[in-house]
């Protein structure tokens, strides 16, 4: 079974970076990025141990928890960008969203939140250039914190991000530093405590990690070469 050797792998890699940086390993969520794989392959990561999955499109990840709804230690978490039109059905299936980065988003999370009485946990991504069209300039991302914090229904837990890709690995870690630098100087400004820094994909979650993040988004490590 490729998954499992795959997870165990990666589970090594995240244990020894994790020992490298003093940190203990249950800081580090390990959220399998399951876009375009199928529900057998999904539990196949969740008899190893997997219980956050991170789905990219709202209808694909739906038909999925739909599919898998009696499996309820799942953590779905939506890790994908966000149209409008689609916050209604997001706020109803996921846990977390990875993807807060505009203001007219955030009002229709706000409203759709508040009419189903939840309290949505999100992240806000921030946009480090061109691998994601997603994401709130660094320059921004403080007036947007400060428009959220207005918001009942949703709770920004931390910040994401997506960094350019990069043969050497030294070259990525200035990336994931500056993130948790914005997150600690908005902790700072506002005197709260965001717990969470989602930073680090197949090629270069070990950096991620010494750096800092807590939640590592791996798709093709684990499963595979997406189709
Ligand atoms: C696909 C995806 C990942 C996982 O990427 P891999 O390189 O396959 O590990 C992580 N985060 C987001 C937002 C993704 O879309």
């Known amino acids: 079974m490729i998954i499992k050797e795959n997870y165990e ?3 090594e890699r995240i244990q020894k970076a994790c020992q490298r940086s003093g940190r203990k390993r249950e800081e580090v969520i390990l959220l399998a990025a399951s ?3 199928p529900v057998e392959k999904i539990l196949q990561a ?3 141990g997997i219980r956050y999955f991170g789905e990219n499109r709202v209808q694909e990840g739906i038909e999925k928890i739909g ?3 009696e499996y309820k230690d ?4 939506l890790i994908g960008g966000l149209q409008t039109n689609k916050v209604k059905y997001a706020v109803k299936y996921f846990e977390m969203i990875h993807s807060v980065d505009r203001e007219d988003l955030v009002d229709e999370l706000e409203k759709r939140a508040s009419k189903i009485n939840k309290v ?7 946009n480090f250039g061109e691998e994601s069209k997603f994401g709130v300039k660094e320059e921004d991302l403080k007036k947007l914190f400060e428009y959220i914090l207005t918001k009942k229904h949703i709770k920004i837990l931390g910040l994401m991000a997506i960094p350019p890709y990069f043969e050497n690995l030294e070259d990525v870690r200035p990336f994931f530093r500056k993130l948790r630098q914005l997150k600690e100087e908005l902790e700072k400004e506002f005197n709260l405590q965001l717990p969470h820094l989602s930073m680090g994909m197949s090629h270069d979650f070990e950096v991620a990690i ?4 807590t939640i590592v988004r791996i798709g093709t490590a684990l499963f595979g070469e997406r189709k």
Do not use: A, D, F
């Not at 799942?74 to 978490?77: K, N, P, Y």
């Not at 010494?210 to 993040?213: A, F, P, Q, T």
């Open 35 to 37: 876009k375009t794989q």
């Open 74 to 77: 799942i953590h779905w978490h």
């Open 67 to 69: 599919v898998l709804k």
């Open 46 to 48: 969740y008899q190893c």
């Open 210 to 213: 010494e750096e800092g993040s």
């Open 120 to 126: 949505q946990e999100g992240l806000i991504e921030v």
């Open 9 to 11: 792998k990666i589970e």
